[in-house]
């Protein structure tokens, strides 16, 4: 089969085309044929092993796909790797059937960028209604599908932030309230005047760096901060107790493999909720752009440089 392998950690420079074996499956898991794999940050934190998780090489990246299995199931899987190629195996606990009229790309939104959004906001921040929510990065696979679930589910004020007037445009398409530049010089100052002159009550953080430090100094009492991902690469500015208790103010990480240690299936839960508001149209998939295969490295070049909207996916046919 085809795949992109990587031999050694890096920048996109390292996603290989390569032909590779095809994987077999174990007991408790499913080979399925790839129709879309999708494509996130955090794989360009795989490449060079920066991630949570600790990479070792070879490595084929790529941890989702929706596809089909051998008795004819149509589903979409988290795999953690492998899933750019032709074919993936998952744990079957890990893979959920996607319904009628779900197209590829947003069953692929919906297990990682949609389950994402939904427990930041349901979990991390507890978001209640009327209270008001700043989603960064809000033109992205997370934060397009954030603004969209903070507006179905009562938000007083949606402010969000996007580094580009087109960004800004479509995140107020999608129903924020209001759009702001995050490269302001007085970001603190901005969201507070973005939310009629208040402070902030929650905060859905990806960027890291100086984002960070002035999201957190916006924040209401008894506001809450979910960080989530550190796309720019800096280190916020260190945080004491103290500081916090001064402030009544909460921050929070959240990294979605940690769902599955959770009572329940709340994962299933999440999925049913996203998939029947797509479905009725109340939740909309961005599309990021479709790239072949063998352009894997563009998409990760694209990503890193934030040329891109919404849901990347990857078509293993081309």
């Not at 795949?3 to 399925?32: K, R, Y």
């Not at 490269?183 to 002159?197: C, F, Q, R, S, V």
């Not at 760096?209 to 916020?236: C, I, N």
Request: avoid cysteine; proline fraction near 5%.
């Amino acid at each position: 089969m085809r795949a992109i392998q990587i031999t050694e950690f890096g920048g996109p420079e390292v996603l290989t085309v390569t032909e590779l074996p095809d994987p077999e499956a174990g007991p408790g898991h499913l080979l399925i044929d790839v129709s879309r794999a999708g494509v996130n940050y955090a794989d360009t934190h795989q490449a060079e092993n920066s991630y949570l998780a600790e990479s070792a090489l070879p490595l084929v990246p790529g941890g989702e796909v929706v596809g089909t299995t051998a008795d004819g199931r149509r589903v979409v899987a988290l795999v953690g790797t492998g899933g750019y190629a032709e074919k993936a195996v998952a744990p079957e606990a890990r893979a959920w059937d996607v319904p009628d009229g779900i197209d590829d790309r947003t069953a692929l939104a919906m297990v990682v960028q949609g389950a994402s959004a939904w427990i930041l906001l349901r979990r991390s921040v507890h978001l209640a209604p009327g209270e008001s929510v700043v989603v960064h990065a809000a033109a992205g696979g997370v934060g397009s599908l954030a603004v969209q679930l903070a507006k179905a589910w009562g938000a007083g004020r949606v402010i969000a932030t996007a580094s580009s007037q087109d960004k800004r445009d479509l995140a107020l398409e999608l129903g924020a309230d209001a759009a702001v530049d995050p490269g302001e010089p007085d970001l603190k100052a901005a969201l507070i005047e973005a939310n009629e002159g208040r402070r902030v009550d929650t905060v859905l953080e990806m960027t890291g760096g100086s984002v960070t430090d002035q999201s957190l100094r916006a924040l209401a009492p008894f506001g809450r901060l979910a960080f989530y991902g550190m796309a720019s690469r800096k280190e916020p500015s260190p945080v004491r107790p103290a500081t916090l208790m001064s402030h009544s103010t909460t921050i929070a990480g959240m990294w979605l493999a940690h769902v599955f240690q959770l009572p329940g299936d709340v994962m299933r839960t999440a999925l049913g909720e996203l998939f029947g508001l797509a479905a009725d149209g109340r939740l909309r998939v961005v599309g990021g752009g479709e790239y072949g295969l063998t352009e894997a490295r563009r998409a990760h070049e694209d990503m890193r440089a934030r040329r891109t909207t919404g849901k990347l996916v990857l078509d293993p046919s081309r």
